[in-house]
Structure formats: C-alpha cells, structure tokens
Nanobody
C-alpha cells in the first residue's frame, strides 16, 4: 500500500519560513521523481517544485530563490524548505511521487501566510 504523508504546514506571517516533509512508504522511493504541488481556493493545482531520482531540481518561477526541494533516500522523505513566504503562497500543498505513468498523491497540508 502506497502512502505519502505530508507534515509541517501551518500559519506563518509574511516573510516567515516553513519546512514541509513528505514521508513515503510502499514504493521504491529512490526510483521516483518527487514533487510538491499546491492548490489555492478557486485555482487549479500547480507544480511548485520537483526533484528527480538523480537529484536534479526544477521550480515554478513564482518560488525560485525562495523555496528549496530536497530528498533523503535513506529516510524515504522529500522536503520543501519555504523561505520569504508571501500571502500568495497560501494553499494546500500536496506531495507527489511519479514513476513513468504512475502518480501517487498525499492528502495535502495547509499552508497559510497571513499577518
């Protein structure tokens, strides 16, 4: 049974930081491309960042220079370090595991940036 469990979301003031974690089980983690997506109210889910099994990364333009994705294959965990948060970063953040045509999703964690 595949499980992706996100944690680390919450309420933070503008300019603050949060670190999201996604713990995976039931997959050969090291073989998967791992990503973070987000969905704000009334908007479609969109890519935030991904990291390939080789460690290459890609970011949405809106988060470049502020967010960092990383992975720990020994812990089967992917992280998203979010700095200089803005109100427009408010969304539900979802973890994604991708291998060829297979996609798995976590349940999401809420991030709210507000003063």
């Amino acid at each position: 049974q595949v499980q992706l469990v996100e944690s680390g979301g919450g309420l933070v003031q503008p300019g603050g930081s949060l670190r999201l974690s996604c713990a995976a089980s039931g997959i050969v983690f090291s073989a998967y491309k791992m990503g973070w997506y987000r969905q704000a109210p009334g908007k479609q889910r969109g890519l935030v960042a991904f990291i390939t099994r080789g460690g290459s990364t890609n970011y949405a333009d809106s988060v470049k220079g502020r967010f960092t994705i990383s992975r720990d294959n020994a812990e089967n965990t992917v992280y998203l370090q979010m700095n200089s948060l803005k109100p427009e970063d408010t969304a539900v953040y979802y973890c994604n595991a991708n291998f060829l045509s297979r996609d798995w999703w976590g349940q999401g964690t809420q991030v709210t940036v507000s003063s």
